[in-house]
């Protein structure tokens, strides 16, 4: 899907925190394997040595850039990109001495106000930088687009003026465009496109389902019913008693809580698929376990297999009830729940 979406830009795939909770090595394997991106982003350090210690070649850039000398040394050796993104770090690599030449990302602030030069700094920094010998040339350019996923805000455009404003004429290549960016405004995919969410099969926009893009999710979190009762009119499920059943309601209890990652701020009435059958939240999400209402269904039995999101059920809707996004809830999945990863 993503290469139809861009069928010229080069893509940097994102698999900063663990590839969104999906397993950031085995995504990049797969990835690389498959020889379908241009390379990968992340936003750690970190995460970069452990992607090239897995022994992948790829580009690959950190978004968030370095804190010292070691940083850059260790970037240098491993021939990891690095984004550049204030006076700190420019002030570091002209003073660093590097083993080799390294390749750097300018970014440019036009309207996130979290990382990036100010656009009357963009002359003075590419001077420095173009002076250089340790720099690769030409110097990539980006910035980040903070309102992408709401098509109808007009921030979007002028954060792609600014960013054209203040480049000109400047033969570098450019990096405008998350998954949202790259889906709703075409006309700022440039070189480079950076896909996140959409990788995983959610959509980047609030409202909208993946469906539409033709987007499959990647992550299926599933686990069991381990309990089923009947709860009695009157009598309440779970801590603080918040649900209170107005008639006999049969009851199952899922091995699955906010110990997993799955959102404690879930509301009554969240779906999970037993089966091929929807069932609904009562009462308040514990650390190991949910309890749902099942008296709609027909044979549920103790061990059946339940999805909380997934294949058959959008995180998209989980989010909804959870007051939260798709990436909070895939990020959020713990280390005692087992990747099982196929092909």
């Known amino acids: 899907m993503v290469k139809k979406a861009v069928p010229v830009a080069k893509m940097l795939a994102i698999i900063k925190a663990n590839a969104y909770g999906h397993g950031m090595l085995k995504i990049a394997e797969n990835l690389d394997q498959q020889q379908i991106i241009d390379g990968f982003a992340v936003a750690r350090l970190s995460e970069a040595l452990l992607i090239r210690a897995q022994g992948i070649k790829q ?144 959509s980047p926009f609030t409202g909208v389902s993946a469906q539409k893009y033709d987007l499959k999710p990647v992550m299926t979190l599933k686990s069991h019913v381990i309990n089923i009762r009947d709860v009695k009119r009157g009598e309440c499920v779970g801590y603080a008693g918040s649900w209170q059943a107005k008639k006999t309601t049969a009851i199952a209890t899922i091995g699955v809580g906010y110990g997993d990652g799955y959102p404690r701020h879930a509301a009554d009435g969240t779906p999970v698929l037993i089966g091929i059958q929807q069932a609904k939240l009562v009462g308040r999400v514990s650390m190991d376990s949910i309890t749902v209402d099942i008296s709609q269904c027909d044979n549920i039995a103790i061990g059946d297999e339940v999805v909380l999101w997934g294949d058959g059920l959008p995180v998209e809707i989980i989010a909804q009830f959870s007051s939260t996004i798709s990436y909070d809830l895939f990020c959020g999945i713990t280390a005692r729940v087992p990747r099982i990863f196929q092909d």
């Open 59 to 202: 580009k690959l850039v950190v978004l968030t850039g370095f804190l010292s000398s070691e940083d850059l040394e260790l970037a240098s050796v491993n021939q990891i990109d690095l984004v550049v993104h204030n006076e700190s770090q420019l002030e570091l690599l002209e003073t660093t001495r590097l083993e080799k030449p390294i390749s750097v990302w300018l970014k440019i602030n036009t309207g996130m106000n979290r990382l990036g030069i100010e656009t009357s700094q963009f002359d003075g920094f590419m001077n420095r930088l173009d002076q250089l010998e340790k720099v690769r040339k030409p110097v990539k350019l980006m910035t980040h687009l903070a309102c992408a996923d709401e098509p109808n805000i007009t921030n979007t455009e002028r954060q792609i003026e600014s960013f054209d404003g203040v480049i000109g004429a400047t033969q570098c290549e450019q990096s405008i465009t998350n998954s949202a960016g790259l889906l709703g405004w075409k006309h700022a995919q440039r070189h480079w496109v950076r896909p996140g969410i959409m990788l995983y099969g959610a």
